[in-house]
T-cell receptor, first 111, second 114 residues
Framework: GQQVMQIPQYQHVQEGEDFTTYCNSS?????IQWYKQRPGGHPVFLIQ?????EVKKQKRLTFQFGEAKKNSSLHITATQTTDVGTYFC???????????FGKGTKLSVKP | GAVVSQHPSRVICKSGTSVKIECRSL??????MFWYRQFPKQSLMLMAT?????????EQGVEKDKFLINHASLTLSTLTVTSAHPEDSSFYIC??????????FGPGTRLTVT
């Protein structure tokens, strides 16, 4: 069945270093979404990418959607302690808006 | 922004009892809501898709008679865990589709069955 894979599973960085998480789908996606879940919290919608090759930026976060619409990445420049959390990518499955989530990348930032 | 509330945030119940969790979209109407389960340090596992005015669609392996879902209005979906057992202890999170398939998550309900 459809799978969404995410790497790495964990990433430990020093504050100020960059961070990237990668997402790969076994099928072509109509869109891809990214969510952030802080420790003890719930997932919060960050962004949706729809177009092939699309790049979107939110301050220090850069999101890319691959040309084949099967992979995506999230890059954080100069991480801060507030970036700590687990970042999930998710792709749609079916027509009801169901999402299939990657396993997430847990980011820890050492001050 | 879109706000989704969930109640209760935490519940402890005895084995064999039933627990109802409510999910409300506060500032938008949601034809579709989703129920997830998340084990510690793991990803979200979709349990079921709740559609207003119709029966929920359950994922493979999820017992519909154990996890009763009701989507009575465009702003409210409920999940009832019937005859709860310790293995049902988990973090249950709902989300609501505001359109364009963007999902907004509730704060979650931590269920502990003793």
């Amino acid at each position: 069945g459809q799978q969404v894979m995410q790497i790495p599973q964990y990433q430990h960085v020093q504050e100020g270093e960059d961070f990237t998480t990668y997402c790969n789908s076994s099928t072509t996606l109509s869109n891809i979404q990214w969510y952030k879940q802080r420790p003890g919290g719930h997932p919060v919608f960050l962004i949706q990418l729809v177009k092939s090759g699309e790049v979107k930026k939110q301050k220090r976060l850069t999101f890319q959607f691959g040309e084949a619409k099967k992979n995506s990445s999230l890059h954080i420049t100069a991480t801060q302690t507030t970036d700590v959390g687990t970042y999930f990518c998710a792709g749609p499955r079916g027509s009801q808006g169901n999402l299939i989530f990657g396993k997430g990348t847990k980011l820890s930032v050492k001050p | 922004g879109a706000v989704v509330s969930q109640h209760p945030s935490r519940v402890i119940c005895k084995s064999g009892t039933s627990v109802k969790i409510e999910c409300r979209s506060l500032d938008f109407q949601a034809t579709t809501m989703f129920w997830y389960r998340q084990f510690p340090k793991q990803s979200l596992m979709l349990m079921a898709t709740s559609n207003e005015g119709s029966k929920a669609t359950y994922e493979q392996g999820v017992e519909k008679d154990k996890f009763l879902i009701n989507h009575a209005s465009l702003t409210l979906s409920t999940l009832t865990v019937t005859s709860a057992h310790p293995e049902d202890s988990s973090f249950y999170i709902c989300s609501a589709d505001r359109g364009a398939h963007e999902q907004y998550f509730g704060p979650g309900t931590r269920l502990t069955v003793t």
